[in-house]
């Protein structure tokens, strides 16, 4: 099989990485891809939202399959542009196809589609530019901290926490008046805080069976003991060492059967991943959100943990035949920790050299924000790679990450010393 996978960060260099393992795969092309999707396929410099250049290339490559990496291009519909062109609509597509993207493209979507379907979650309203007083009253009759979410895509921006009241009400105004988030904040949702520990459930659906892959939590602020600015994750660890066999199971009866039943009920038509961010209240477990692909750096953590050829499990998700596969998992932990640029998730500089990089031994260095340019490996993003480890228990797993980053270097190179702290 010819397999396209769109995007270019650490999850699409973790898909390429595992993709480019089976037998089943003749050639590989990622789109546009960076520095470490180079090593293992065919780098195609293309955005993930042209979908008619996706289209000439898809023809021009003889592609038989198309993964789609990131939230964009599926919030976008670029799986009915396959569907509705007769030149490419034999082509599998691994990605929800539009309305049901809107689980992710759109926060009150999803909160509709979770209490229609009787799935635990928090308490929350909806508010636009013309109801911000009655958001105001609203935020009145919640204990805090508040959690204010704009409604479309933020870039993992696009949620804030606050404790104070009035920082609240100001916070609310900046994004429905002054278009904080631009497009994505024209409505905001407001939900009640739930208090306990996070992690993510990672689901494979063909649209009728589905698949459970191993738990992660990942660490999304800047500063140490989870302080600062919320980010797209600094690490991630798997599997979850609190999420007991009873939890997991919880989580498989309250969450995850109502929600693919819930596809099914609403005619949303799903063949993709599904990314359940969960908070673990007490004993039980609630939605945060849904996102309609794999996590990242949680995919830097899952799929080294999945002993299954990956492209026999995508091609029965797009054959419908997910209920054939027996899905194996390495008993090892998994973590990651991200090196990020210096300065992010705010401004920071491109185009510092990174170094080392050969050296790495018992890790394996996942390229997220890095691109070749002539013949040195630079960084290209704010989060620039994640180093992956595998160990008997996750601290040992830790351990060997961090004594690998010790060896690579780039000017002002942040990460973070303790994931896994909270553990």
């Known amino acids: 099989m010819n397999i396209l996978i769109l995007g270019s960060g650490g999850r699409e260099h973790t898909f390429a990485w595992k993709i480019a393992q089976s037998p089943k795969c003749s050639q590989l092309f990622v789109a546009p891809g960076n520095s470490g999707t180079n090593t293992v396929a065919t780098n195609v410099n293309i955005s993930v939202t042209d979908f008619d250049a996706i289209k000439k290339l898809v023809l021009e490559k003889n592609i038989d399959m198309v993964v789609v990496g990131p939230e964009d291009p599926l919030v976008q519909g670029i799986h009915d542009y396959f569907l509705n062109d007769e030149e490419i609509k034999h082509?599998?597509?691994?990605?929800?196809?539009?309305?049901?993207?809107?689980?992710?493209?759109?926060?009150?979507?999803?909160?509709?589609?979770?209490?229609?379907?009787?799935?635990?979650?928090?308490?929350?309203?909806?508010?636009?530019?013309?109801t911000v007083e009655k958001g105001y009253e609203f935020l009145e009759t919640l204990k805090p901290p508040y959690v204010l979410k704009a409604d479309g895509l933020a870039a993992g921006k696009g949620v804030v926490i606050l404790n104070d009241l009035e920082e609240a009400k100001t916070e609310l105004k900046s994004m429905l008046v002054d278009a904080k988030f631009g497009e994505a904040s024209t409505k905001v949702v407001i939900e009640e805080f739930l208090d306990g520990i996070e992690l993510s459930c990672f689901v494979l659906t063909d649209g009728e069976h589905y698949k459970i892959l191993p738990t992660a939590k990942d660490y999304k602020r800047i500063g140490e003991g989870d302080t600062g600015l919320n980010t797209g994750g600094m690490g991630a660890v798997s599997p979850v060492p609190f999420a007991t066999n009873e939890f997991l199971n919880k989580i498989e009866n309250r969450i995850v059967k109502p929600t693919i039943e819930g596809f099914k009920k609403d005619n949303l038509p799903y063949v993709g991943f599904v990314f359940i961010g969960l908070i673990k209240v007490?004993?039980?477990?609630?939605?945060?959100?849904?996102?309609?692909?794999?996590?990242?750096?949680?995919?830097?953590?899952?799929?080294?943990?999945?002993?299954?050829?990956?492209?026999?499990?995508?091609?029965?998700?797009?054959?419908g035949t997910l209920n054939e596969i027996d899905i194996e998992i390495d008993e090892r932990a998994a973590t990651t920790i991200m090196l990020v640029s210096g300065g992010y998730p705010e401004s920071y500089e491109k185009g510092k050299e990174i170094t080392g990089i050969e050296t790495i031994k018992d890790s394996i260095p996942f390229h997220a924000g890095a691109q070749v340019q002539n013949g040195k490996i630079i960084t290209s993003g704010g989060r620039v790679m994640a180093i992956t480890s595998y160990g008997d228990t996750y601290k040992e797993a830790i351990k060997k990450s961090y004594q690998n980053i010790e060896k690579l270097h780039f000017d002002k190179m942040y990460y973070r010393k303790d994931i896994g702290f909270d553990l």
């Open 91 to 130: 082509i599998s597509v691994i990605g929800p196809q539009k309305v049901a993207a809107q689980l992710e493209g759109s926060k009150e979507f999803a909160k509709e589609f979770l209490f229609r379907h009787n799935i635990p979650t928090a308490a929350y309203e909806s508010f636009t530019k013309e």
């Open 282 to 319: 007490g004993d039980d477990p609630k939605v945060i959100e849904y996102n309609v692909r794999m996590g990242d750096p949680e995919t830097e953590v899952v799929f080294p943990r999945l002993k299954n050829d990956l492209v026999e499990v995508l091609q029965a998700m797009a054959n």
